[in-house]
C-alpha cells in the first residue's frame, strides 16, 4: 500500500537519507495457494491456469513455465494471490474473488478459506 516512489525510498535508505512514505488509504489481502503435503512433501508438475490479470495482482513463489507456455508448480507454495479494497471485507472479496477465478485440480492445491478474519473480529 506504499504511494510513495519505491526506487526513490530505496535510494534515500541506501544513502542513509531522511524519508517520507506516503500511503495508498485501504487494505490488501493475499491468499496463498499451495500444493497437497506442503510444507512437507509435495508435489511438482501440477497445472495451474490463470489470467494476465490475476498475475499482475500475484506474487509467484513456486510456479515454473512449461516450453508452449502453461503453468506448473515447482514448489510447494505457488503464488500468493493479493486483492485490495478501501475495506478489510472488499479486500478480502476482491482476494478471493481473483482465487476463484484460478483453474486448478482442488485435489492437489488448496489454500486457507480464514485469511483475514480475524482482522474482521477486531472491529
Known amino acids: 500500500m506504499i504511494d510513495s516512489d519505491f526506487a526513490c525510498i530505496l535510494e534515500k535508505v541506501q544513502q542513509k537519507e ?3 512514505i506516503d500511503w495508498k488509504s ?32 500475484s506474487f509467484i513463489s513456486g510456479l515454473a513455465q512449461t516450453e508452449n507456455g502453461d503453468y506448473i508448480s515447482s514448489g510447494g507454495r505457488i503464488m500468493l494471490v493479493t486483492g485490495t479494497g478501501l475495506t478489510i471485507e472488499e479486500a478480502l472479496k476482491s482476494a ?5 477465478e484460478i483453474e486448478f485440480n482442488k485435489n492437489e492445491i488448496f489454500y486457507r478459506t480464514d485469511i483475514a478474519h480475524r482482522a ?3 472491529k
Open 96 to 100: 478471493y474473488g481473483s482465487v476463484g
Open 18 to 20: 531522511q524519508l517520507k
Open 26 to 57: 485501504g487494505y490488501t489481502v493475499g491468499v496463498m495457494l499451495a500444493t497437497e503435503g506442503y510444507p512437507y512433501e509435495y508435489k511438482r508438475g501440477i497445472g495451474i491456469s490463470f489470467t494476465d490479470e490475476i498475475m499482475d495482482r
Open 120 to 122: 474482521l473480529l477486531t
